[in-house]
């Protein structure tokens, strides 16, 4: 999957490594729904490098669509909140 982080790129993350990233993800929604700025910003910065971490980097000129996309690391709490779906940030 094409995974976008806004203001860094694209990197293409295995399916495999979903579940890893959904409970991170799932960390993230707690921490919002229950106010706690920290948290949010310890784990959202924990998604990010799980990302990173897992995903092949795309070269800057690919044009490929980016099936999921995160927010920056510097993003604020309403930010994020606008972004989500019912599941969170990652579907599924």
């Not at 860094?8 to 979903?18: I, K, N, R, T, Y």
């Not at 990233?21 to 310890?42: K, S």
């Not at 799980?50 to 690919?62: I, K, N, Q, T, Y």
């Amino acid at each position: 999957m094409i995974v976008r982080i806004m203001g860094e790129g694209q990197l293409d993350v295995a399916d495999g490594h979903f579940a890893e990233l959904n409970a991170l993800d799932d960390e993230l929604l707690a921490e919002m729904e229950g106010g706690d700025e920290d948290g949010f910003r310890r784990t959202l910065g924990a998604l990010l490098e799980a990302v990173r971490r897992l995903g092949e980097p795309l070269p800057d000129d690919s044009l490929e669509p980016s099936e999921l996309i995160l927010p920056a690391p510097d993003a604020s709490l309403g930010e994020v909140r606008a972004m989500l779906s019912d599941g969170g940030l990652i579907p599924g």
